[in-house]
T-cell receptor
Framework: DARVTQTPRHKVTEMGQEVTMRCQPI?????VFWYRQTMMQGLELLAY????????DSGMPKDRFSAEMPDATLATLKIQPSEPRDSAVYFC???????????FGNGTRLTVT | DQQVKQNSPSLSVQEGRISILNCDYT??????FLWYKKYPAEGPTFLIS?????DKNEDGRFTVFLNKSAKHLSLHIVPSQPGDSAVYFC????????????FGTGTRLTIIP
C-alpha cells in the first residue's frame, strides 16, 4: 500500500534554530503539497509543486520558509530561523492527476520553544 | 479570509443515528468539493467528493449534498458507527481536481456507543 512518508514525526527545537522537514511522495505522483494544520486556520496551503517545479508558495512566510524538491522522491520544507508561532503539524501530500484525490503523509509535529 | 467554513467545531451523535456535517464556502469559482477524514496522529484521508455539476454523490454510508445557490455542502453518514469518530475536513478547489485544495477548519465528530 503506497503512502507518503514524512520525517521526522516529531521535532522539538529552540527558537532561532533551523528546522528541516522531509517528504517522500508516492512513486509516480507528480504533484506535491505542503500544508500546515493549526487550530484557528485548519489546513493552510504553504506551497505546491508539479513535476518538481514550484507553482505556488504564496502561503509561506518568505523570509523564513523555503520549499524545494531536489528530486522526484524528496520534498523539503525548511524554516530558518524558527519561531514559537511556527509550532504546528506540517503535512505533505502528493497526487498524480486532477481527477485523483491527494494522499497525505502522517505529518511532522513541530514544537518551537 | 476563510473561504471554506465549518462552523461547528464538534458534533456528537448516537451510534446508529445519522451524522450531518456542514460546510459553507464563499468563493463562487469553486467547482469541486471533497471531504477528508482525519484520525489522531495520522494524515487526512480522502472520503468522498462531488463536482459542481451534481447535487448529490453517494458512497455506501456516506452521502455528500451540494447546494450551489446557497454555497453549502453537507456530509451525511448513516448509520453512524464508532469508527466514524474523527475530524472531518471539507475542501474545495478550482478547477475540477485536486490542485490547491482550500480546507475548512474541521469538525470533530464523536459517535457515542
Amino acid at each position: 500500500d503506497a503512502r507518503v512518508t514524512q520525517t521526522p514525526r516529531h521535532k522539538v527545537t529552540e527558537m532561532g534554530q533551523e528546522v528541516t522537514m522531509r517528504c517522500q511522495p508516492i512513486l509516480g505522483h507528480n504533484t506535491v503539497f505542503w500544508y500546515r494544520q493549526t487550530m484557528m486556520q485548519g489546513l493552510e496551503l504553504l506551497a505546491y509543486f508539479r513535476n518538481r517545479a514550484p507553482l505556488d508558495d504564496s502561503g509561506m512566510p518568505k523570509d523564513r520558509f523555503s520549499a524545494e524538491m531536489p528530486d522526484a522522491t524528496l520534498a523539503t520544507l525548511k524554516i530558518q530561523p524558527s519561531e514559537p508561532r511556527d509550532s504546528a503539524v506540517y503535512f505533505c501530500a502528493s497526487g498524480f492527476d486532477e481527477s485523483s484525490p491527494l494522499h497525505f503523509g502522517n505529518g511532522t509535529r513541530l514544537t518551537v520553544t | 479570509d476563510q473561504q471554506v467554513k465549518q462552523n461547528s467545531p464538534s458534533l456528537s451523535v448516537q451510534e446508529g443515528r445519522i451524522s450531518i456535517l456542514n460546510c459553507d464556502y464563499t468563493n463562487s469559482m469553486f467547482d469541486y468539493f471533497l471531504w477528508y477524514k482525519k484520525y489522531p496522529a495520522e494524515g487526512p484521508t480522502f472520503l468522498i467528493s462531488i463536482s459542481s455539476i451534481k447535487d448529490k454523490n453517494e458512497d455506501g454510508r456516506f452521502t455528500v449534498f451540494l447546494n450551489k445557490s446557497a454555497k453549502h455542502l453537507s456530509l451525511h453518514i448513516v448509520p453512524s458507527q464508532p469508527g466514524d469518530s474523527a475530524v472531518y475536513f471539507c475542501a474545495a478547489s478550482i478547477p475540477f481536481g485536486n490542485e490547491k485544495l482550500t480546507f475548512g477548519t474541521g469538525t470533530r465528530l464523536t459517535i457515542i456507543p
